[in-house]
């Protein structure tokens, strides 16, 4: 990291991840032009998850090569007062794989919607029954994080 006056620990990127409603996933595709996308996303442990679609060009990108970035942003603001920002971010590289076990895709989807949605969980077994079959799950095993902010001065 080039600004290690910026560096933060670990412990900083794992609690900016889980603040974050999403981070960008970046894919290879092979080609000149790279590919990224939003996602919604929660962490359990040391692993991401993310749900999606059964097919289209995210997945065909992952089952040709698995490596991924991601990155986090929080608390992104202008100083008043300076040409600067003040923000917390955190980066993880990773390797992407598709949950397959039905429970294991119910226990994650959960967790994301106890993230994102907490107030609609009475209907989540419902959303389950109609959605599960049509619903992709994935995990990426996160291999390195790294985080870094720039706070307001004391």
């Given at each position: 990291m080039r600004r290690k006056d910026r560096e933060e620990s670990y412990e900083f990127g794992l609690k900016v991840i889980d603040r974050c409603e999403y981070g960008v996933m970046a894919v290879a595709t092979g080609e000149e032009t790279p590919y990224c996308l939003p996602l919604s996303m929660v962490r359990?442990?040391?692993?991401?998850?993310?749900?999606?679609?059964?097919?289209?060009?995210k997945l065909d990108l992952?089952?040709?090569?698995?490596?991924?970035?991601?990155?986090f942003v929080r608390a992104n603001e202008a100083a008043t007062d300076q040409f600067t920002t003040y923000f917390e971010s955190a980066m993880v590289a990773g390797t992407a794989f598709?949950?397959?076990?039905?429970?294991?895709?119910?226990?994650?989807?959960?967790?994301?919607?106890?993230?994102?949605?907490?107030?609609?969980?009475?209907q989540f077994d419902r959303a389950i029954e109609k959605g599960l079959k049509v619903t992709g799950v994935w995990g990426i095993r996160m291999e390195l994080v790294t985080a870094k902010a720039k706070k307001y001065p004391k």
């Open positions: 359990v442990g040391e692993t991401l998850y993310f749900h999606c679609a059964l097919e289209g060009k992952l089952h040709q090569n698995p490596k991924v970035f991601l990155s598709e949950i397959a076990d039905e429970q294991e895709k119910i226990e994650t989807l959960r967790a994301l919607c106890e993230k994102l949605t907490p107030d609609r969980m009475a």
